[in-house]
């Protein structure tokens, strides 16, 4: 069964640093998503991504945050400058498009920002 | 606006029974409310989704009832097993994919 994958499942990083995390989206899938949760609370919507350009995001998702596909299966969450509110597990999603279809959710990331 | 309510935060079920999680939402402009499952260490999964042209919806054991003029919406999870044991979020969703959750209901079927 196709899935989305996630790297690392785990990254320990300090204040300050600049992370990346990376997710191979389901192949035939065309709009990517980044979602985080903090530990204990809800998950939130972060970006949204369609045909190279991010389609909505959050208000979460400010200047510190960026997205890209660099080539043809990856799609990358950077966070420029790391801050210890920003400790949270990291889900990636693909859907095969945007109305009424299953967001399929990676196995996450867990960042944590010492 | 935006919110969509979850309730209750835990449940504790007994094995062959019910379980029942409620959600309500504000934002008249959602259109799709899917339910999702989630493991410890694994990402959410997609249990079962409604749109609101119909109040009920029924997939295995696990049924959705859909209040529209309430603006609720809730799970049914009949003959609950051990193996239900997760956390279930309700979300919802209108003119797009982007999901909002609701603050998840910790589900543990005992013995």
């Known amino acids: 069964e196709p899935e989305v994958t996630q790297t690392p499942s785990h990254q320990v990083t300090q204040m300050g640093q600049e992370v990346i995390l990376r997710c191979v989206p389901i192949s035939n899938h065309l709009y990517f998503y980044w979602y985080r949760q903090i530990l204990g609370q809800k998950v939130e919507f972060l970006v949204s991504?369609?045909?190279?350009?991010?389609?909505?995001k959050s208000e979460i998702f400010d200047d510190q945050f960026s997205v890209e596909r660099p080539d043809g299966s990856n799609f990358t969450l950077k966070i420029r400058s790391t801050k210890l509110e920003d400790s949270a597990m990291y889900f990636c999603?693909?859907?095969?498009?945007?109305?009424?279809?299953?967001?399929?959710f990676g196995q996450g990331t867990r960042l944590t920002v010492v | 606006q935006q919110q969509v309510k979850q309730s209750p935060q835990s449940l504790i079920v007994q094995k062959g029974g019910i379980s029942i999680i409620n959600c309500a939402y504000e934002n008249t402009a959602f259109d799709y409310f899917p339910w999702y499952q989630q493991f410890p260490g694994k990402g959410p999964a997609l249990l079962i989704a409604i749109r609101p042209d119909v109040s009920e919806k029924k997939e295995g054991r696990f049924t959705i009832s859909f209040n529209k003029s309430a603006k609720q919406f809730s799970l049914h999870i009949m003959d609950s097993q051990p193996g239900d044991s997760a956390t279930y979020f309700c979300a919802a969703t209108g003119g797009g994919n982007k999901l909002t959750f609701g603050t998840g209901t910790q589900l543990k079927v005992e013995l």
């Open positions: 999603a693909s859907s095969e498009d945007r109305w009424d279809t299953e967001a399929f």
């Open positions: 991504f369609y045909n190279n350009e991010i389609s909505e």
